[in-house]
């Protein structure tokens, strides 16, 4: 493309000015102010990285502990809250604020929008996330941690059998990180509807975006569940309601279809985004589009909504009656279809394309052989009779480490590689990543397939100990070995991006040659992401030149806007200004935060001054702007 | 050959392990067929995917080609069609044995109360009066026997690996469920659902006899024959009376009433302390009584302040309590 100098020094004095208006000044202040979606991004990935590793820390002492018959590690209160912390910690505090905080770093830049369609509420959310993470971690420290399993099913942590401030930290715990999460979803959800590129319509939206909107319907339908529940438990304990209580009317049950209405739909809340990152990462890998995307997408949006139907396969053994059970079943064992489709899918891109082998694609071969292992299992478990017999054992610890470990960090380990030069303009060593990758992966293996056999041997979970002689020990062994092996190979792949980031090489633009937009813009992307607007014309908008000729134009788009585009078939609508880095955000949070330790503690009014603050800055954050002088809305 | 491995593993290193592929009950042989049913399905399915994906990775390198051919077809028939069949099929075969498990081999019996506690099993003989026990079942082979279901607290599991799938005991509702044994053994039955500090120590052993032999094991349950005590039993009698146990404990014939705790009756026969915690021996006793908080943090029992010179008159009581 050849461009006259007269055009090249145009471009160059707009996106001087753009640089100028975007550019965050190095202050502590604009640190908690905040709003780009990609500094948030990261600080998601950062923060639940580090709750990654609290959990696994906790995972470890577990399998220290049943290391051998007769362990005497752990107490049996503090193998209690260990387990018990370690499931809701990966559930609630890595898997999911994870995946957004991948979805946070991408989503615009793959749409071709400057930020997120709410940054302020984005900056809130992720706030939110953090307190809530902390609040619940540091209950581990204070010797209070929940201790009722993730699942925390009544009556036994209801008020008579659980008296201490263990479970108020779940429920509280719980529903502030709810406030986070939702809205996330909320935000992801309007900036996919409204915020895309012109030209990207419904049918070249990358499936990465699919896999985050479709989870973002699941958690706004999914949360109130756990919401309720929560609210439920914490009135029952705090306030003598009998919501969970049978000898005063109340129904134990109640908990469990509330808990599981949310909590299997969560199952694919976590695995959806990560099956969304595969396919962002194959094409780049296959040289190709991932093959079949319409039964791609069908098999998303599918898997969303089956989801919703299938909560009571874990409450096969509470005597539900036999017809509903073999409904319940039958959507169990029908939501591996969507699950298979795009399996093949991916097998097919990889037999119709080109194979380069690198480090993401490593993690994606892995995956894909874990989450097919974990697969069959789990088809096992949707045939009621065999879920009767082995649910509750080992067998189960060992299947759904397969399908989440398997088909959410397999997936988010690869991200990690591939979007690297995205996140902070470096790549990371293909050398460490190869040995982290062999590690990773011999070390899964080895510590979840023998929980296959020992479930099958008849190993419950959640024992803190087990006796000698029945058959466990050996199983038992090899699955505390490979624990080990896994968070050295977890280690290296921390060092290995560590190491990147504080004196590996700058990346080259675009190393991998991506298909996505987030590929077309700078390496790393400058704040605002794109200068010029993009034109989508396809589903590999960065491979196409049509679209790359587009955004070297100097038609660039000044100030803070962004550009509305039409729901379905994304025509530019209009121009609309985004807010600027803010306080509120932090400061809600921190209100919010005060709410939830008044309740915690009981201080009544303290949680009432927080409602109070909570109120005034929001009115705050919500209060009309002044017009500008052009007329156009402020934020 | 990995599933033939792994068949001599759990055949082989498991003699004594409560295994769901050594079964000896009809609820649970049914579901081991289905495990193998399924399992060989499994093996084939991700065969399949393993030897594509292979495919790919060792021929789809350097100097192939990208094709951009439509992969639809190759997409709907090996992951929508092929599996949809397969599914149907495993689906059919499920509900089949679902109802083998719903309905028992032929009418019960004989009906036995299982109630749930924070951490151990109490067990009623329905039909019989005052046959009641603890952490232990004993029943006929060949014979069907139901099971009610109830819980003093919270949510227990009962579930015997080799005989029959679980069954919840949910606080505020009766669940049923029942046992057909087909040999003579003993089986090792656990709690399954997570119940709090002790759930680790919450097992029973359920010991098939033949009738004849349950018959009269039944008997003397219910109604113990009397006992010609020793001076130092008698005195180990009294202690128990006079002391705290009878509080919790009931030991039918004599004073000891309590309920909060198990039936201490048959002590002397059973073959654990604490629902598996420890091994029922006169050592394991006399440390039990003394504090149980050692062997079995957590449970409901207080530590008892026998004088040391009465323990050794306690525990040759109980040890012939059988």
Known sequence: ?635 | MAAALVALCLAGCAESAPSTLDTAGTGARRVEGLWWFMFWISVVAVLEVFLLLGWALWKRRREARVRAGDATPFVGVLGAGLPFIVLVAVYGVGLRDLNALIRPPAGPQLSIEVIGHRWWWEVRYADTAGAITANEIHIPVNQTIRIRLTTADVQHSFWVPQLMPKTDLIAGHVNETWLHAERIGTFRALCAEYCGLQHANMSLVVTVQPAEEFRIWLRDLAAPPARDLTDQQRRGQAVFEAGACGACHTVRGTTATGTIGPDLTTIGSRWSLGAGAAPNDKGHLGGWIVNPQSLKPGNQMPPQPVPAGDLPDLLSYLEILR
């Not at chain 1, 989450?371 to 054992?393: C, E, H, L, R």
């Not at chain 1, 025509?571 to 008044?598: F, I, T, Y």
């Open chain 1, 1 to 635: 493309m050849t461009t006259t100098s007269a055009q090249a020094d145009t471009r160059a004095v707009a996106v001087a000015r753009l640089e100028e208006e975007w550019q965050e000044q190095r202050s502590l202040r604009s640190w908690f102010a905040t709003v780009d979606h990609k500094r948030i991004g990261r600080r998601y990935l950062i923060t639940a990285g580090a709750f990654f590793g609290l959990a696994g820390i906790d995972a470890l002492l577990l399998r220290t502990q049943l290391a051998r018959a007769g362990g005497d590690v752990l107490s049996p209160d503090q193998y209690n809250q260990l387990f018990t912390m370690h499931g809701t910690a990966m559930i609630f505090l890595f898997a999911t604020p994870m995946l957004f905080g991948f979805g946070n770093a991408l989503v615009p830049l793959m749409l071709g929008a400057r930020d997120m369609a709410f940054p302020r509420l984005n900056a809130f959310g992720y706030w939110v996330f953090l307190f809530a993470g902390l609040v619940m971690f540091s209950s581990q420290l204070l010797g209070v941690a929940p201790d009722g399993g993730w699942f925390a099913y009544v009556p036994l942590t209801d008020l008579p059998y659980s008296p201490g401030r263990n479970l108020d930290v779940y429920t509280l715990g719980l529903i502030f990180l709810g406030v986070s999460t939702t809205a996330g979803a909320i935000n992801f959800i309007v900036t996919a509807i409204k915020l895309r590129a012109p030209g990207m319509s419904l049918n070249r939206v990358p499936l990465f975006v699919w896999a985050i909107v479709a989870t973002s319907f699941m958690v706004i339908f999914a949360l109130p569940a756990l919401n309720a529940a929560n609210a439920l438990l914490f009135l029952d304990r705090r306030f003598g309601t009998h919501f969970y209580q049978p000898e005063a009317g109340g129904n134990t049950l109640l908990w469990q279809h509330l808990f599981w209405i949310f909590g299997h739909p969560d199952v694919y809340i976590i695995v959806l985004p990560a099956l969304g990152i595969v396919s962002a990462i194959l094409p780049a890998f296959c040289r190709r589009g991932v093959a079949a995307y319409p039964l791609v997408v069908l098999a998303t949006i599918t898997t969303a909504i089956i989801s919703f139907g299938v909560w009571a396969h874990h409450m096969f053994a509470t005597g539900l009656p036999s017809l509903s059970l073999s409904f319940f079943s039958a959507a169990s064992v029908l939501i591996t279809i969507p699950s298979g489709i795009q399996v093949f899918a991916w097998v097919a891109t990889m037999l119709f394309g080109r194979v380069v082998v690198r480090v993401p694609l490593l993690f994606v071969v892995g995956f894909i052989v874990t989450f097919v292992m974990g697969g069959v299992t789990g088809v096992m478990f949707g045939i009621t009779a065999f879920d009767m017999q082995i649910t509750d054992s080992y067998f189960v610890v060992a299947h759904f480490h397969y399908v989440l470990f398997g088909g959410a960090v397999f997936p988010i380990i690869g991200g990690i590689y591939y979007w690297l030069p995205v996140l902070t303009g470096k790549v990371a060593s293909e050398v460490l990543g190869r040995w982290a990758f062999g590690l990773v992966f011999g070390g899964f293996h080895l510590t979840f397939f023998p929980m296959h056999l020992s479930g099958l041997l008849g190993m419950p979970r959640r024992v803190y100990t087990y006796p000698s002689g029945l058959g466990w020990d050996v199983w038992n062994l090899l699955s505390t070995i490979g624990s080990y092996i896994l968070a050295a190979g977890l280690l290296l792949v921390v060092l290995s991006v560590v190491l990147a980031v504080a004196r590996g090489p700058r990346a080259a633009p675009d190393p991998w040659d991506g298909d996505t937009l987030e590929w077309a813009a700078a390496t790393p992307p400058r704040p605002y992401n794109f200068a010029s607007i993009p034109q989508v014309f396809g589903l590999h908008p960065a491979w196409d030149s049509r679209t790359l000729s587009r955004l070297a134009s100097d038609e660039v788009l000044p100030g803070h806007q962004a550009m509305l585009t039409s729901e379905l078939d994304a025509r530019p609508q209009r121009l609309v200004s985004m807010p600027e880095k803010s306080l509120r955000p932090l400061l809600a949070a921190l209100a919010l935060l005060v709410v939830v330790l008044g309740l915690l503690g009981a201080v009544y009014w303290l949680a009432i001054a927080g409602v109070v603050a909570t109120i005034v800055v929001v009115v705050g954050w919500l209060w009309p702007p002044q017009l500008t002088e052009a007329g156009a809305e402020a934020p």
